[in-house]
């Protein structure tokens, strides 16, 4: 690593630090943790996320109507559907960055999304993943990890502190799932969009998310990544819950395997669920969406 690197690397980490200590001011998430919550979610139904009857409307324009959808524990969910059918707006629902008009949203069978704010809702074990990924460019790809560890409320107190041999074996094992081990020292930056895409998905999981919402994780990848990137969400399934927003039906037909449930959202509710072959062919989803 130059020392330009080295420089650029130390300033983001003293920025981190000292955002990290802002938050610890002014109700950060590990003290939301403890006041809002003082739970872990209860996954002693089977049920990862319920969302009932959810409506968000914006001037007046019904963007969620009447949204009811239940994630299963360690299920892998495709989510369709034509453009501005609400699929953003039901990802900001669940993330805390829009409130609904109506309707109920939890996290297990105990915890209530619709009372917690962003911050809070990340810190319980709900990973967000952006169209555009957010990696610092400026860093390595180790360091970009080793940032999401330390981001991590359980090790703050080690922001400064040399890694674990745990907490490096962390990184490892999650380089390897993302398939940048041999990338590890090289900056960010550098990285072609999709192994970018991969970093910020290591990123993500360097926190231990219980539920991963990932927004068209395959736009702008090459048919390649687009496989690679199936394989890694379907090495996840089981251990997390993934909700995959996504358009490209080859993905979404790699993902499911064939018989998994897909939902289609249309004008801010459910149009159909089924296997992706059963959704293809009911003319209502043609109609709206796949015949276009
Ligand atoms: N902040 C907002 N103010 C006003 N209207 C909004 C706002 N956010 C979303 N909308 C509208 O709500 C509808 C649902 O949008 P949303 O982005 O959730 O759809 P989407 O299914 O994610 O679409 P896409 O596939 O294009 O990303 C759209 O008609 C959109 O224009």
Not at 37 to 43: K, T
Not at 116 to 142: C, M, Y
Not at 236 to 255: A, I, N, R, T
């Amino acid at each position: 690593m130059t020392p330009e690197l080295q420089q650029a690397g130390a300033a983001k980490l003293a920025e981190f630090a000292a955002k990290s200590a802002e938050g610890q001011t002014s109700g950060d998430r590990s003290a939301g943790y403890g006041r809002v919550l003082g739970a872990e979610p209860d996954f002693a139904h089977g049920v990862a996320l319920y969302l009932d009857d959810i409506t968000v409307t914006f001037d007046g324009f019904r963007a969620l109507n009447a949204l009811s959808l239940a994630i299963n524990v360690g299920e892998l969910r495709c989510i369709i559907g034509p453009n501005g059918a609400g699929k953003t707006t039901m990802m900001d629902v669940i993330t805390g960055k829009t409130r609904p008009d109506a309707g109920t949203a939890s996290f297990g069978s105990n915890i209530d999304l619709l009372r917690l704010r962003e911050n809070e809702i990340a810190q319980i074990g709900i990973g967000r993943k952006f169209q555009k990924p957010t990696v610092v460019e400026q860093l390595s790809v180790f360091e970009n990890l080793e940032l999401a560890l330390k981001a991590d409320r359980r090790a703050r107190a080690s922001l400064f502190s040399r890694l674990t041999g745990a907490q490096l074996d962390r990184i490892g094992e999650t380089l390897q799932l993302i398939h940048l081990l041999p990338e590890a020292q090289r900056t960010a930056g550098l990285l072609s969009h999709g192994q970018k895409q991969w970093l910020e998905i290591g990123m993500l999981l360097m926190q231990e998310p219980k539920l991963l919402l990932l927004d068209e994780p395959v736009a702008g990848m090459t048919d390649e990544e687009t496989e690679r990137t199936a394989e890694l969400f379907l090495s996840l399934e089981g251990k997390h819950s993934l909700v995959v927003v996504e358009h490209d039906m080859k993905f979404v037909d790699q993902l499911t395997e064939g018989w998994k449930k897909v939902t289609v959202l249309h004008e801010g509710s459910v149009l159909a669920e089924g296997p992706l072959s059963e959704v293809q062919a009911n003319p209502k989803v043609v109609e709206v969406y796949l015949g276009r």
